[in-house]
């Protein structure tokens, strides 16, 4: 399909890279400098990985594979991304 | 709150089922018991994963529908007629079978039964299921926050939850909730067939100015078409939260 | 690898067709993308071959049916594992578009209208392996699966058949692609079951 999901679907597979929640952390994108939650991020996943772009100019901000024992992260499209660490 | 605040990354865990319940001909709840659980939040889901005796796997995601909080995990699952994931969920799981999850995920489309604003719920057929668990942590919680629903459903069959979404209709406090008929509605009752509109959308005491935080979900034609009716009748496109299934509804 | 799921079988995978390893076979077509689909007017459609001295050449919509253009059937592979077994398309050849470049590269970088890039050797690009197809099964190529028109390149994994193809640069250094640099095989054979970096 060549809609796209929301954020949320990011987390399961960030999940397993990151330790706190991905889809709630601010992302500044690196194109257009508009700041979104991730959760907020176009996410294309009918695709050999997962490629999240930006809500207002579309350009990519995260791109992650995927395979067994490996993954690979690309953020070059988010300049500066602020997590909530949760119990603080 | 009941919110996983364990650091650390997920991890594939195994799960048991304890029971399985018909919600409608082609939905089931599965009742999971989940070892070391570590509870979640209203809105989370988790990831499911298959394995064959080849090794071919797959996994897809699926809303928790139960509140958050101690005891077991339900999922409710909507069997797609050319699936390949949720028929085997709906009609070849039994209790004591085992199932590979991974969970709680997702931090951003999840209510907070700390919050007291109101919030406006829009459930296309399937996408039902993590606004019950939104819902039901609002009666588990106590909560006194203004709740009101629109689900969409094809005809009477199809809704999620019935029974329970009447008795919360007439008893709980501050809730409220319209259906939105598609294709056919309740026998003996003139209803009005269609899809969502920006009429059934807006009730007294639920408009833009109330300003409701919103959350949308179900599938990807039905999520855009409510996002964007409530955007054009005045609400915050910020204070709306989407929760795509992809075309098929999950 | 996870438990096995009792009773669990998935789609059909096994069959009598020989396919490369790791792949099963589909008789739909799965659209793939990154991205929402680029909408193309052929009116305003462009595609250029540009060598490592700067040399460009150019073709609009008119110009590239105007040149010769062959049916051919080939065997799809997607590293997303799916394989889909004769499919017929109309294009053009590299052989022919590749014909006036002067160029002693071994690089290619190909780019897409909508951003999208893939790399691979010349070589590979040559002697009837690869096409610039603008029909899929006798009718014009749908936008979701590339229209215009796209690269096709069966030997390799489809993800090296570039959909809205709109410019192959030659280039004397290799340059990884979109997949390529995020741990896909740069060469990326099927049959060799060359899926990521390190294959």
Request: hydrophobic share 40%.
């Amino acid at each position: 399909m060549t809609t796209h999901l929301d954020g949320n679907v990011l987390a399961g597979t960030l999940g397993e890279l990151f330790a706190v929640d991905i889809t709630s952390a601010m992302g500044q994108c690196a194109s257009c400098g508009t700041s979104e939650a991730m959760g907020e991020a176009l996410v294309y996943t009918d695709a050999p990985g997962m490629v999240a772009r930006c809500r207002t100019c579309e350009e990519v901000v995260l791109r992650v594979n995927r395979t067994a024992g490996r993954a690979w992260l690309d953020m070059r499209g988010i300049s500066c991304l602020e997590l909530r660490i949760p119990g603080e | 709150m009941a919110r996983a605040a364990v650091l650390g990354r997920l991890t594939w865990q195994v799960g048991t089922v304890a029971e399985i319940l018909e919600e409608t001909a082609t939905a089931r709840t599965i009742v999971l018991d989940v070892p070391g659980w570590p509870g979640h939040a209203a809105g989370q889901h988790v990831d499911v994963r298959l394995t064959a005796v080849d090794g071919y796997s797959t996994q897809r995601s699926y809303s928790i529908a139960s509140a958050p909080g101690p005891g077991r995990l339900e999922l409710t699952v909507q069997r797609l007629e050319d699936g390949e994931v949720s028929p085997y969920l709906t009609d070849t799981l039994r209790p004591g079978y085992p199932l590979e999850l991974r969970g709680p995920i997702g931090g951003w489309f999840v209510w907070d039964p700390a919050e007291p604003g109101p919030v406006l719920l829009v459930a296309g057929g399937s996408g039902m299921v993590p606004l019950m668990s939104m819902i039901r942590a609002r009666a588990a919680a106590g909560s006194e926050a203004p709740f009101r629903l629109v689900y969409s459903v094809r005809s009477p069959e199809t809704v999620l939850y019935a029974a329970e979404l009447e008795r919360l209709s007439k008893t709980a406090h501050g809730f409220e909730m319209s259906y939105v008929y598609t294709r056919s509605g309740p026998p003996g009752v003139k209803v009005r067939i269609g899809r969502l509109t920006p009429v059934v959308l807006s009730a007294p005491g639920w408009t833009s100015k109330t300003a409701p935080a919103v959350f949308i979900c179900g599938p990807t034609g039905f999520v855009e078409a409510a996002a964007s009716l409530l955007v054009r009748a005045g609400h915050d496109q910020d204070a709306i939260k989407t929760e795509r299934f992809g075309p098929s509804g999950g | 690898m996870g438990i096995v799921s009792p009773g669990f079988r998935g789609r059909p995978r096994s069959g009598r067709e020989k396919l490369p390893p790791g792949q099963y076979l589909v008789t739909d077509f799965p659209v793939l993308s990154a991205g929402p689909t680029p909408r193309v007017d052929t009116s305003s459609w462009k595609f250029s071959i540009t060598t490592e001295a700067g040399q460009a050449h150019s073709w609009d919509w008119a110009e590239f049916r105007a040149l010769p253009s062959e049916e051919f059937q080939v065997d799809l592979h997607c590293v997303t594992k799916w394989s889909k077994l004769r499919t017929a398309w109309r294009g053009v050849s590299l052989d022919t578009l590749l014909a006036q470049a002067q160029t002693s590269a071994e690089y290619a970088l190909a780019h897409c209208y909508g951003g999208y890039t893939t790399n691979l050797p010349v070589a590979d690009l040559l002697d009837g392996q690869a096409w610039v197809a603008f029909e899929y099964d006798g009718r014009p190529l749908a936008a979701e699966h590339g229209g215009p028109a796209r690269l096709l390149v069966p030997h390799l994994y489809l993800w090296k058949s570039a959909k809205w193809v709109r410019r192959i640069d030659l280039r004397a250094k290799d340059e990884p692609g979109f997949w390529e640099s995020l741990g896909y095989h740069n060469y990326g054979d099927p049959w060799r079951e060359q899926r990521y970096w390190g294959d």
